[in-house]
């Protein structure tokens, strides 16, 4: 049984950093998608980045470039979501997935059918 258990998050100052993880545990796949998404109250779930896991280029969100970062840690199987230079406009629940199709992390188009999700976590940004 796949699992995603995300950890990070919580509250910061305009300008100021958090790092999202994103455990991932029961894939048998070799490689796979994994992408970073969130929701604002109010506001439909959107792409903020993904990544083909054992390498391959990342994708970004235009709200998001230059300021975020996914990375990946295959030893650990783990996904990171490294945020900068945080806005208030970032405040939303955050959630990883993981998909086992690898033409959902090409083309930076973000789409929400990946199969499994995390529990997500809250980023709030205050001015």
């Known amino acids: 049984q796949v699992h995603l258990v995300q950890s990070g998050g919580g509250s910061v100052q305009a300008g100021g950093s958090l790092r999202l993880s994103c455990v991932v545990s029961?894939?048998?796949?070799?490689?796979?998608?994994m992408g970073w998404f969130r929701q604002a109250p109010g506001k439909e779930r959107e792409g903020v980045a993904t990544?083909?896991?054992?390498?391959?280029?990342?994708y970004y969100a235009d709200s998001v470039k230059g300021r975020f970062t996914i990375s990946q840690d295959n030893a650990k199987n783990t996904v990171y979501l490294q945020m900068n230079s945080l806005k208030p406009e970032d405040t939303a629940m955050y959630y990883c997935a993981a998909d086992p199709w690898l033409g959902y992390c090409s083309g930076g188009r973000f789409t929400l059918r990946f199969a499994d999700w995390g529990q997500g976590t809250q980023v709030t940004v205050s001015s």
């Open positions: 029961g894939y048998t796949y070799s490689t796979y998608c």
């Open positions: 990544i083909a896991t054992g390498g391959g280029r990342a």
